[in-house]
C-alpha cells in the first residue's frame, strides 16, 4: 500500500496560522544562530506577531518574508490547504474549485493557484545526466497539442502565421527528472539543449534538424527517426518525452480551461513536479512547502 498524507492528518498537523507560522519558520531558521548577538539558543515566536526573537537580544526575524505569503492578508491555513489540495489530485486543481472550497474571491484564487506553481517549479534540478529525452511540441490558443511530425503546420487553416502557438522544449531522463520549457526567438535548440543537459549525458532525439550536430557536444546523440515510423533503436526510445507531452496536454485541456501563453510556463513547471513526484503523495506536501526554503 502506498503512503498517503490525508486530511485528518493535514488537519492535524495545521490546525491554525501559528502552527503554519511555525511550520514556515521551522523550513527557514531551523538552527539559526542569531545574526546579531551570534547566540545559539532557539529562537522564540513574539506574540500576535509573524515574527520570532532571539532569547538573548531580541533580535527578530519573520518567516514569512520574501516569500509568496509575506504580502497576502489570505490566512496561512487556506494556502496550506490550497497546497493540500494539489497533492491529493492527478492533475492539480483548478483556481475556480480554490474560489469554492476556500470561499475567497476568483482573483485571490488565481493570484494562490499562480504562486503555488511557482513553489512547485521551484526544484533546482541542475545540469541533466545519464539518458535524456529531448523533443519538442507546440501549445495553441486552445492548446490543442500537436504532435512534432506536424510541426510543419505551425499555420492556422488559412495560411496564415498563428502568433497564439508556443513551442515548449521537453526534458526527460532516465530516471525521471522532467524539465519543459516554454520557447521564444532568443535561443537556438542546441542552446537550449546545452543549457539544461550536462555534456557527460546521452542524448536521444527524433530527426529534427534544430538538433543535428549535437553528438560533438555530448558523449553520444541517438537519432529515433519518428518520420519513418521508428520510436525505439535498442535501449534508445522516446517513450518518456512522450508520456511528459499526454500529461502536459491533459492538465491543460482538462483542468485549466482559460490559460494564456504567459503562463504556459507555470503550468509547464506543474507538470514536471507531478511527473517527478507521482508515487509520491505522503511526502509532496513537504516537498512543495519546503521550497519556499
Ligand atoms: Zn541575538
Redesign the pocket.
Known sequence: MTLRYTIDQFRTDYPNDDACLDKIFQLRFKGLI?P??E?TKEFTRVKNRRSYQ?P????QVYPTKDTVFEKTTTPLTYWFYAIFLQTTTRNGVAAKELERQLNVCYKTALRMSHQIKILMANNRLGKLTGKVQVDESYFGMKFDNMHSKKRATYYNEDGTRNDNKAGVMGFVTDDKKVIFEVMDDTKTFKERVRKHVDPSAILVTDSHLGYKGLDINYLKHEVINHLQNEFKRGEFHTNGIENAWSNLKRTIKGTHIHVSVKYLQLYADEVAFRLMNKDKQDIMFDTILSHVA
Open positions: 542569531c546579531k548577538c547566540s532571539c538573548n537580544c531580541s533580535q
